[in-house]
Structures are given as structure tokens and as C-alpha cells.
């Protein structure tokens, strides 16, 4: 909404002394500014008030933003929103605004209603006739009529009873969540009998001792389930065409706990589909239940290499022990296992190796961090993990043809330490010298730190 001149406002019309708040945001335009501004104003009699005022000369007012709330706790009040412009007034919006309620304008020509909740307020009821799909976004709801599925009014939804959903056979009835809930709810506790039956629900208890011989849905539909938890001990007896139990063909007697679950099969037939015993204590190779409780002491078949056993293992069979660092470098446990990680702690495996060339190139190692070419024949070894001091075991080697080493060679530990040693190659001279062989090949044994 635009004020346009030194006499245009904005106005309410409160017609009941009942609060309203409002408050108003707008900027004024010259060629060369543009001010924003905003006022606020507390209503509580039944009146005419200004809510925008008019803008100075040469400038025009945009109205930007209105909110008007209902503040009363019960009470209503009609409001009334006008353009007055020095002449002429206009009625720009109306509303009866409940209590809690606030009208909204948006500054591009748009009001709306918010309810108390912060919904949406429909304010106008249409009858709306819809053919085939529908889509869009323009309706904000369609109400509908519910009526009971007994009617037969076109154009209604009609709601499906409990027993229609139990039944499971109607294509044109609307289900609400209540009557759904008739497939797996718990029902009433249902008193043992010679035939029990069962109502709407999917889980039921059943209480005392008297035995069962038959298990009746008082809605049938093939296919429907139920489980029943038994809060005492008592006889289910088997029958091949009514009532048929999973044990080959035998009754069972239940104790205090049990669950079973029972399919219809249609035309009066239950079977058992699903038996979970609470517990079971007493001998005999055959066990059932999600947590029995057995007494007793099992016993043990000594395992052995290519021998499988169907026996109850004791628990230092079931059990494994991992051989930690100490253990494998004891080397004396013939029952403890050795994992990949620790195996070169045993005091035959090697610490370290290595196959290098003579410019201190690694072609090949095991925790060796480098190897430097301190010299002709001359070569120091660093280890990565030390050793525990420098008394370990070296091999030592080397690859050298007779067209390089102009006599017979070998190669010696010079220098050793916890972390490296120095090999040294010689030709076998008289007065030997030092020779650069192909290649160096070491190996280190003893106790790593």
C-alpha cells in the first residue's frame, strides 16, 4: 500500500473494546532518500485509529509490513483496515479476528490470517466438485464428510469398521489408524477354556490351567496371526484338522512364559507357527528355548586334528589365549596361539635382513630403516626396531662374480651396535683390501627391544 500525499493514512476500525496490538513497518521515498520506519500501537476500545501516518511533502510512503493480534484470551473483535486519502476512504481488508488471532500484510498487496496455533485461518467455505487427478498447490485443505461405513451417500468416505478390517475383503471403505490397529493391538487377557477365541488384537494373554482343544478368530481371515503368552501351565492338545502343533503331531504342555504364535488357514484351521519356550531345566539331549536354563555339568570330547565332534565343548576348548611378546620369546607354551604381529619375537625368527646394493639401495629387507655406502667395501646396516643390547647373532654374505672381485672375498662385521652394523668386504690379497662386492645379504637373530 502506497501513501502518496501529506493526507493519506492508514486506519483500523476496532468494533469491540477488546486489546489489539499493531505494528506497522514502512520506508519513505524522495528521489534521493530512502528512510525506513516503523510505529507501534496498543488498541482497547472500540474505535478508529491511525496505524500509518502520512509522509512529509515530496515523499511517498510504501507500507511494508502490518501485524494486528487479537490479545484477548476468549473474546473476538472485527477489524477494519482502511486507505483514507484526505477524500475518499477505502475498506482495504476485513476480518472477524478470534482471540490469539493476527493478520498478516505483506507489503505486496497480500493479507492473511494466522490462527492462535500459527496455522493458516481458511476464512471462506467452497464447495468443490473434483474430476479425475489432482494437483497444484493453490487449495490450502479440502474438508471431507466422514460418515459411518454403513452409508451409501455418494461422494462421502466411508470409514471401515474393526470387523470389516479383521474380514480383509473390502476394496471401497477408508481405514482409520483405531481401526488398524485391530490386526496387532493387545487385547483383553482371554480365560483358558476348552475353546477359546480371539478377538480384535494380535497379542493376547492367557490365563489359568484348563485345556485347550480348539482356537477360534471370531473374525477368520486366512492368513491372520495371533501370539498368545501363557501365564500358567496347561495342555494344548494337537488335532490335525482344527488345531495342528508343530511337535509332530504331540500336545504340549506349557509353563509360565510361553509364547506361541497361531495362523489361520482358514475354514476353523489354526496352525502353530511359532513356539518360544520361557525356559527349559532337566536333562536329555534335545534343548529348546531363546534362554534355558540347564543344570549340570556338560562334558567334553578332547578335540583333536581332523576329528570334528558334535559334543559340548568345555570352556578351555571354546576359549583361545593370544601369546603376548613375553610369551613367544619364552618360547615354552605349547597351548597359547601366535598371532602374525608377534611371531618374530620367537628367538628362532629372524629380527631383521637384508639384500642392498653397494650404493646403500635396499632391494630387499624386513625392518631395516636404510643402509648407507660409508666406502668402497664398506656398508652400515640400520635397524629399525634395535635390538635389546648389541649382543646378537649377524649373518652375513655377499654376491660377488670373479670378473668383480679380482680374488676370493669375504665379508665381516666391523662395527655393532643395538641399532646397526657396519659389514666390511675384502679381496683375499696378502695385504687384503677393501672391495666392493654386487650386493651385501645380512641377517640379524636375538632379543628384540
Not at 273 to 299: A, D, F, H
Not at 309 to 327: F, G, L, M, N, P
Not at 440 to 445: D, E, K, L, N, Q
Request: glycine fraction near 10%; hydrophobic fraction near 40%.
Amino acid at each position: 500500500m502506497i501513501l502518496a500525499g501529506i493526507t493519506d493514512i492508514i486506519e483500523i476500525v476496532t468494533a469491540s473494546a477488546v486489546t489489539v496490538d499493531v505494528q506497522a513497518s514502512w520506508a519513505d521515498n524522495t528521489p534521493t532518500t530512502f528512510t525506513p520506519g516503523r510505529t507501534n500501537t496498543a488498541i482497547t476500545t472500540a474505535t478508529t485509529t491511525t496505524i500509518v501516518g502520512s509522509p512529509i511533502v515530496d515523499t511517498q510512503r510504501s507500507v511494508r509490513s502490518l501485524k494486528i493480534r487479537n490479545k484477548h484470551a476468549s473474546s473476538s473483535n472485527v477489524i477494519t483496515i482502511r486507505h483514507f486519502d484526505g477524500t475518499t476512504t477505502v475498506d482495504v481488508f476485513k476480518d472477524d479476528l478470534l482471540a490469539g488471532e493476527v493478520i498478516l500484510y505483506d507489503g505486496q498487496g497480500n493479507f492473511t490470517v494466522v490462527d492462535a496455533m500459527g496455522n493458516t485461518k481458511v476464512t471462506a467455505t467452497q464447495t468443490i466438485t473434483l474430476t479425475g487427478d489432482v494437483t497444484g498447490s493453490g487449495a490450502q485443505s479440502i474438508a471431507t464428510t466422514v460418515v459411518a461405513a454403513t452409508s451409501s451417500t455418494a461422494g462421502k468416505v466411508e470409514l471401515a469398521t474393526t470387523t470389516e478390517v479383521l474380514t480383509g475383503t473390502d476394496t471401497t471403505l477408508a481405514v482409520t489408524p483405531d481401526a488398524l490397529a485391530a490386526l496387532w493391538e493387545q487385547g483383553s487377557n482371554i480365560a483358558s477354556a476348552g475353546t477359546i477365541s480371539v478377538g480384535e488384537g494380535g497379542y493376547f494373554h492367557v490365563t489359568g490351567t484348563t485345556t485347550i482343544t480348539d482356537i477360534d478368530f471370531a473374525t477368520d481371515k486366512t492368513g491372520r496371526k495371533v501370539i498368545l503368552v501363557f501365564d500358567g501351565a496347561l495342555t494344548i492338545t494337537h488335532n490335525a484338522t482344527t488345531l495342528i502343533l508343530p511337535l509332530s503331531g504331540g500336545s504340549l504342555v506349557t509353563v509360565a512364559g510361553d509364547m506361541l504364535e497361531f495362523v489361520s488357514e482358514g475354514s476353523d484351521v489354526v496352525r502353530c507357527t511359532r513356539y518360544e519356550r520361557s525356559g527349559v531345566t532337566g536333562t536329555g539331549n534335545t534343548v529348546r528355548g531363546l534362554s534355558p536354563n540347564l543344570t549340570g555339568v556338560p562334558t567334553a570330547t578332547t578335540p583333536a586334528v581332523d576329528n570334528n565332534t558334535v559334543s559340548i565343548a568345555t570352556t578351555a576348548y571354546v576359549i583361545a589365549q593370544s601369546a603376548d611378546q613375553a610369551a613367544v620369546e619364552a618360547a615354552s607354551s605349547t597351548i597359547k596361539f601366535v598371532s602374525p604381529g608377534r611371531q618374530q619375537f620367537h628367538p628362532s625368527a629372524a629380527k631383521c635382513w637384508v639384500h642392498a646394493g653397494i650404493t646403500g639401495n635396499i632391494i630387499a629387507s624386513y625392518n631395516i630403516s636404510s643402509v648407507t655406502d660409508t666406502g668402497t667395501g664398506v656398508a652400515t646396516i640400520n635397524i629399525s626396531t634395535d635390538f635389546s643390547t648389541a649382543n646378537w647373532c649377524c649373518v652375513v654374505g655377499g654376491l660377488g662374480p670373479s670378473s668383480i672381485l679380482t680374488d676370493a672375498k669375504h665379508i665381516s662385521c666391523t662395527a655393532m651396535l643395538a641399532g646397526s652394523i657396519e659389514l666390511s668386504a675384502f679381496d683375499s690379497a696378502p695385504n687384503p683390501n677393501l672391495e666392493d662386492p654386487t650386493a651385501y645379504f645380512m641377517a640379524g637373530f636375538g632379543d628384540q627391544a
